[in-house]
């Protein structure tokens, strides 16, 4: 079974640009949450989509930041325009949806991140 | 809101031997899991272990166990016979349930490194 996959792997963009990150879940996991580490600090939760819809948005830092998650299958986040302070790992992580009946459900399996430097 | 600390920045062990690294949490929920998550220097996330609220034994995934001391707000995590390629990122984490999305909450993290 295929893992989480990310693209790019890393980005480096000027301050003002544009930058599209992709996130392929595994196959059958409906929950999908994209997570931001920002350099020495915690990893913070950004996100979380059921199948198409966002469920959870409340970590969103700005409306500079555009996620998407058409046909419930991948999902994009899009930072327009990037700024100083968005630089940072950003990790995709899929989660088949809760059953509540054992240990492992719910489990989020994450992708490698995708590295943004903004300059 | 719920909390992860994590006080140890770095922590160097010996091969062979195991080491304990710290977390505590906070919460007001009654029911709540708590995760150990690795991340090589390759970068990837890895879970290695997980502790529900209402288990009665501490959680044990091969050289991995919790040591959970529910009235300390504690989720230690134990490595018993470290490893060299056990050198890498450790974080705890929470699940945050508010707002339905089972979302985690994340500590700082502790950068271990195993000596040969």
């Known amino acids: 079974e295929a893992g989480v996959t990310q693209f790019p792997s890393h980005s480096v963009i000027e301050k003002g640009q544009t930058v599209t990150l992709r996130c392929d879940p595994i196959?059958?996991?409906?929950?999908l949450y994209w997570y931001r580490r920002v350099m020495g600090k915690e990893i913070k939760f950004l996100l979380h989509?059921?199948?198409?819809?966002?469920?959870?948005e409340s970590g969103m830092p700005n409306n500079r930041f555009l996620a998407e998650r058409t046909g419930g299958t991948y999902s994009t986040l899009k930072v327009q325009p990037a700024e100083l302070e968005d630089s940072g790992v950003y990790f995709c992580?899929?989660?088949?949806?809760?059953?509540?009946?054992?240990?492992?459900?719910?489990?989020?399996?994450f992708g490698p991140g995708t590295r943004l430097t903004v300059l | 809101a719920q909390k992860i600390t994590q006080t140890q920045p770095g922590m160097f062990v010996q091969e062979k031997e195991a080491v304990t690294l710290d977390c505590t949490y906070d919460?007001?929920?009654?029911?709540?899991?708590l995760f150990w998550y690795k991340q090589p220097s390759s970068g990837e996330m890895i879970f290695l272990i997980y502790?529900?609220?209402?288990?009665?034994q501490n959680a044990t995934e091969g050289r991995y166990s919790l040591n959970f001391q529910k009235a300390r707000k504690s989720a230690n995590l134990v490595i018993s016979a470290s490893q060299l390629g056990d050198s890498a990122m450790y974080f705890c984490?929470?699940?945050?349930?508010?707002?339905?999305?089972?979302?985690?909450?994340f500590g700082k993290g502790t950068k271990l490194t195993v000596n040969p």
């Open positions: 992580a899929s989660s088949r949806l809760t059953s509540g009946r054992g240990i492992g459900d719910g489990e989020q399996f």
């Open positions: 196959s059958g996991h409906d929950n």
């Open positions: 989509f059921v199948k198409e819809s966002k469920q959870d």
């Open positions: 919460t007001s929920d009654p029911s709540y899991g």
């Open positions: 502790q529900g609220s209402y288990d009665q």
């Open positions: 984490a929470m699940r945050d349930n508010q707002g339905g999305s089972e979302k985690l909450v």
